[in-house]
């Protein structure tokens, strides 16, 4: 009986001091001694990823433009994804930073790790490592149920746009984030894997840089059928308007210019899935523009 008792609590003490470890983005391995109780998020995507996952009650700060779900609107503010406060975020002890892995400055993020406050680094760029992510911050948090149900939704939502979209005509699409300068995005970017989920192609996708600046002109001589434009808050100026004056230009004659709210398709987070849907629904709405 001594030795039987002896054995469970050897087992019961194991389980209590065994670290939680997962691989981060960046190949990384994060290691915690017990579930984070103290995050703070480096993104807007990485507030959404850690609510979904479960992790509300446990942030303590975010960056500016956090502002999904409602409740990340009354975090705690430790600056920008590109400048951040760095006495602030140490004033909040966290135990666990959740950084983007593309976006946040590189000195500021090796700083804290030579801290030790651990640090995830979270880059989704294709569509089924949000759900990924999901599940690690889930586990990081210890929140792995509601983590797991989350990814499963999200999952699902893609694995039904794969089938019911797969073979459609590939559809030649521009995908504008911003007019001035003009930006738009590589193939390394979730936004592209979803054009791809769709039949679509981007034709900037091979460029090398994420978020390359392109001429007015070089959209003009690819002649997509597609035009894409992240929508803006402001009514006044939606976006788009510019490409009007090209009546030339297929996207224009077709009136494929359309507006995507770029929180929904440039954020890698469990939304992505809606944006997803609406690029989808796009694409095959330029199909059937298409001459008979």
Request: with cysteine; charged share 25%.
């Amino acid at each position: 009986m001594k030795v039987l008792l002896g054995a469970v609590l050897a087992v019961l003490c194991a389980n209590a001091s065994a670290a939680i470890a997962v691989v981060d983005d960046a190949g990384r391995t994060v290691t915690l001694a017990r579930p984070a109780q103290r995050v703070i998020a480096l993104a807007p995507h990485v507030t959404e990823l850690l609510y979904a996952a479960g992790g509300g009650a446990r942030l303590v700060g975010a960056v500016d433009y956090s502002d999904y779900p409602e409740a990340a609107k009354k975090l705690p503010q430790v600056g920008s994804y590109n400048k951040i406060d760095f006495e602030r975020v140490l004033a909040l002890k966290p135990d666990l930073v959740v950084v983007w892995h593309s976006g946040n400055p590189v000195r500021q993020v090796e700083q804290l790790e030579r801290l030790g406050i651990p640090v995830y680094h979270s880059e989704p760029n294709r569509l089924e490592q949000v759900g990924v992510n999901l599940l690690r911050l889930g586990r990081l948090l210890g929140t792995e149920p509601v983590a797991r149900q989350a990814a499963q939704d999200y999952d699902g939502r893609i694995a039904a746009l794969r089938t019911r979209y797969a073979g459609r005509p590939t559809v030649t699409v521009f995908y504008q984030v911003w007019d001035r300068p003009l930006y738009t995005l590589n193939d390394d970017h979730i936004a592209s894997d979803m054009v791809r989920l769709c039949g679509g192609r981007n034709l900037f996708g091979r460029l090398k840089t994420i978020a390359p600046e392109v001429g007015v002109e070089a959209v003009i001589e690819a002649d997509p059928e597609v035009i894409l434009v992240g929508r803006r808050d402001d009514p006044k100026d939606p976006g788009g308007k510019m490409w009007q004056a090209f009546k030339g230009m297929t996207a224009v004659k077709r009136d494929n210019l359309f507006l995507i709210d770029g929180d929904l398709t440039n954020r890698a987070g469990p939304r992505t899935a809606e944006g997803a849907e609406q690029l989808c629904a796009m694409l095959e709405e330029a199909r059937g523009r298409r001459p008979r």
